[in-house]
């Protein structure tokens, strides 16, 4: 059974940064590609940043491209998300997940993605 577990989630002032980590067991980490999505109250779950099987290739939201960046280590099965300059609006709860990588392509839609961390809180004080 593939499980993921966030952390590195808190508090952070505005302009501040937190990197997250995802964790993964069970399965084969470096089959997956990796994402990183959010969803804040009464929002649906959003797109954030996503790394191919490798790690050399990337994939962002626009409006976190410049400042959020994902990395990963397939040595340690972990994924993370560093996030810098951050904002009130970042204010969410943070999810790994991982797409079985049936093909290449790195995807940004829920729905691609198998397996799901619980999340993490993120908040972000103005």
């Known amino acids: 059974q593939v499980q993921l577990v966030e952390s590195g989630g808190g508090l952070a002032q505005a302009g501040g940064s937190l990197t997250l980590s995802c964790t993964v067991s069970?399965?084969?980490?470096?089959?997956?590609?990796m994402g990183w999505f959010r969803q804040a109250p009464g929002k649906e779950r959003e797109f954030l940043a996503a790394?191919?099987?490798?790690?050399?290739?990337?994939e962002y939201a626009g409006d976190v491209k410049a400042r959020f960046t994902i990395a990963r280590d397939n040595a340690k099965n972990t994924v993370v998300l560093q996030m810098n300059s951050l904002k009130f609006e970042d204010t969410a709860i943070y999810y790994c997940a991982a797409d079985r990588g049936l093909t290449s392509n790195i995807r940004t839609s829920v729905s691609a993605y198998d397996y799901w961390g619980q999340g993490t809180q993120v908040t972000v004080s103005s």
């Open positions: 069970g399965g084969v980490f470096h089959w997956y590609h």
């Open positions: 790394i191919d099987q490798s790690g050399g290739r990337t």
